[in-house]
């Protein structure tokens, strides 16, 4: 499985410059590749970054996560999504859990990943569970 150079270049704007809030990532079949799908801008929030996921297919997305440390320090992390619906076919579950790691592999810099296959293992709580 190919991927796309713009997958990397969005990934390294989030990661260094901060300029996406999170980023969609579809496998297109067809071309045999990892493409871009979505880009979120930074004032967007996690509502609109779970509602971008569709309900009944699979995806990959990064999201850069901000939180409050006990000590009241502000801090980030970039979570890695692995959304895998139950309602999506099984040909594609197949093809997103085969090209998962080598695709984690090209972004350098996912903090915490998330297996997920309905929002609630991937809600807020979740996040706040895993950043430390």
């Known amino acids: ?4 150079d713009d997958c ?7 990661k260094a410059k901060r300029t996406h809030r999170f980023i969609v990532f579809k496998i297109e079949e067809k071309q045999k590749q990892v493409i871009v ?3 979120g801008e ?9 509602s971008s996921l569709p309900a009944d297919e699979c995806r990959y997305a990064v999201y850069d996560f901000d939180y409050m440390t006990e000590e009241n320090v502000p801090k980030s ?7 895998s ?23 350098d810099g996912i ?3 998330l297996q997920a296959t309905d929002p609630t ?3 807020l709580d979740v996040f706040k569970s895993r950043v430390n």
């Open 85 to 107: 619906p139950d309602t999506s076919k099984v040909r594609s579950k197949m093809i997103y859990a085969s090209s998962k790691d080598r695709f984690k592999r090209e972004l």
């Open 37 to 39: 799908e979505k880009l």
């Open 77 to 83: 992390r970039i979570f890695f999504i692995a959304w």
């Open 121 to 123: 293992e991937m809600g």
């Open 1 to 4: 499985m190919a991927v796309h």
């Open 8 to 14: 990397k270049l969005k990934f390294m704007e989030l």
């Open 111 to 113: 903090q915490v990943e």
């Open 42 to 50: 930074p004032a967007e929030t996690y509502e609109d970054f779970s």
